[in-house]
């Protein structure tokens, strides 16, 4: 009988965080004044459970040491024909560790006539910078840094 | 507050039609995380930052981007365009606060 309603329990265990996540998705995907928002909910809110495929096509330069963590050049350039049928939607830049990972999202058209983001980031600490990119067909693609930071920038 | 400044560049300066050309936006913005401690003080400085950037070519938006706070003070955003005729090329961005600028400046493609 014992055995029965540990299993018990550990199945309304089971349950309970399974639906947890997904609630708090809903709250999350609301973009409020300044949020925690970690990489991995940020990536699971943007690709909706879809792969995301590390692919040459996409360039993201980075210095690799950044001596100031204020102020650290970032540049995402993709390898697209930016034509009506085939072009990069939106480029994603994130820092992996800040309480906010999301640093901006850019939306493309056509008209760009060249798939090319470039900013300045902060960065909080030692991290990974990581870039998704959708394509107009709804694939995605990825690609990851990372910059080791001697003066943090955030806070 | 008061109007913050703002600068569209664009590279090289002189285009003809049809061409790519690199386009920057600059602002001056203090993009405070609302995590940062006043030295003198000891509280939180509030959270102020851009929270949106359109690009707007002859009437038509070509780019548009959601920011938060992770962005650098005076934050740069740059990208490319295609040039398609004389007009009007307007920035028009959004603060945390609620306020909304713009600033614009007119495409003259020459030969």
Partial sequence: MQRREFFKKLGAVAAVTAVMPSMSFAEEAKPKGPNEFSYQKALDVITGGKPAKTSSKVQLKVPEIAENGAVVPVTVEVDSPMTESDYVKTIHIFATKNSNSRCVSVHLTPANGKAMFATRIKLGGTQDVATIVEMSDGTFLTAAQSVKVTIGGCG | ?111
């Fill in chain 2, 1 to 111: 507050m008061g109007k913050r400044k703002s600068l569209i560049k664009i590279k090289p300066k002189k285009y003809k039609d049809g061409e790519v050309v690199k386009v920057s936006f600059m602002v001056m913005h203090p993009m405070e995380t609302g995590m940062r401690k006043d030295k003198e003080t000891k509280k939180l400085v509030p959270a102020e930052y851009v929270n949106s950037v359109k690009f707007t070519y002859k009437g038509k938006v070509i780019t548009t981007m959601n920011v938060w706070e992770s962005l650098s003070t005076n934050p740069v955003f740059t990208t490319y365009m295609k040039i398609d005729g004389a007009g009007e090329l307007k920035v028009t961005y959004t603060e945390s606060t609620g306020e909304v600028s713009e600033k614009s400046i007119k495409i003259k493609p020459k030969g």
